[in-house]
């Protein structure tokens, strides 16, 4: 999807492909394309000999979509576990680790307001 949007919304499995770092072979891409477009994600125009895939939903949505992904695959869906682990993992600097805790502040005295 990434490879879609940088590429303007228009582009070709070829195209497409190209983006790819470590790409996989021309049919796994097109594999790949045929999902997402089966998901609803993508869309397609034939251009001669070709297909011009395009995304039917927003950026924004995409990586909504890959993230509940991500967490359902490797974390059970526990959102809890997933943010323990990247705490935990990462190489936080002490201004980033300030930086989530004043976030953290910030929705529980939203949630404390809407009570």
Known sequence: ???????????????????????????SVRVMLAR???????????????????????PAVAKRRA??????????????QMMTALVAEAAWTDDELDALKVEIDRVRKERKKQS
């Open 36 to 58: 997402l477009e089966k998901k609803g994600c993508l869309k397609h125009q034939q251009d001669g000999l070709r297909y011009i895939y395009s995304a039917t939903i927003s």
């Open 1 to 27: 999807m990434d490879a879609v949007f940088a590429l303007g919304n228009r582009a070709s499995a070829e195209e497409i492909r190209a983006r790819l770092t470590s790409p996989p072979g021309d049919s």
């Open 67 to 80: 993230l509940r992904q991500y967490l359902q695959t490797f974390f059970g869906g526990s959102l809890g």
